[in-house]
């Protein structure tokens, strides 16, 4: 398994933009796939974007298309999710999580990804 760590949640006002980090460390960073999940109050969890092990390959859910953007840094073990215009409807606990392969399906749902943070808040506020 590999140990995650997010960072860089918080509150911010609607149009604002966040840049959540997520530090791996267990297994070869460079070989899996990563992806960002989020669930809000009520809701059941949802894949926001995944990418590839070297980045070649990204997917976004339709909500967030133009506004985020997942990266990684295989040197650093680090995967960033941009998070720009920020809405309310942002407003959920954001997950990191590394995939078991180096390439996910596109919309994976989490069922190749087998180990997860312990999440950090989002908030956007109107």
């Known amino acids: 398994q590999v140990q995650l760590v997010e960072s860089g949640g918080g509150l911010v006002q609607a149009g604002g933009s966040l840049r959540l980090s997520c530090a791996a460390s267990?297994?070869?960073?460079?070989?899996?796939?990563m992806g960002w999940f989020r669930q809000a109050p009520g809701r059941e969890r949802d894949v926001v974007a995944t990418?590839?092990?070297?980045?070649?390959?990204?997917y976004y859910q339709d909500s967030v298309k133009g506004r985020f953007t997942i990266s990684r840094d295989n040197a650093k073990n680090t995967v960033y999710l941009q998070m720009n215009s920020l809405k309310p409807e942002d407003t959920a606990v954001y997950y990191c999580?590394?995939?078991?392969?180096?390439?996910?399906?596109?919309?994976?749902?989490?069922?190749?990804?087998?180990?997860w943070g312990q999440g950090t808040q989002v908030t956007v506020s109107s």
């Open positions: 990418i590839s092990f070297r980045g070649g390959t990204t």
């Open positions: 999580a590394a995939a078991r392969v180096p390439v996910v399906p596109r919309g994976d749902d989490g069922r190749s990804f087998d180990s």
């Open positions: 267990g297994r070869t960073f460079s070989n899996i796939a």
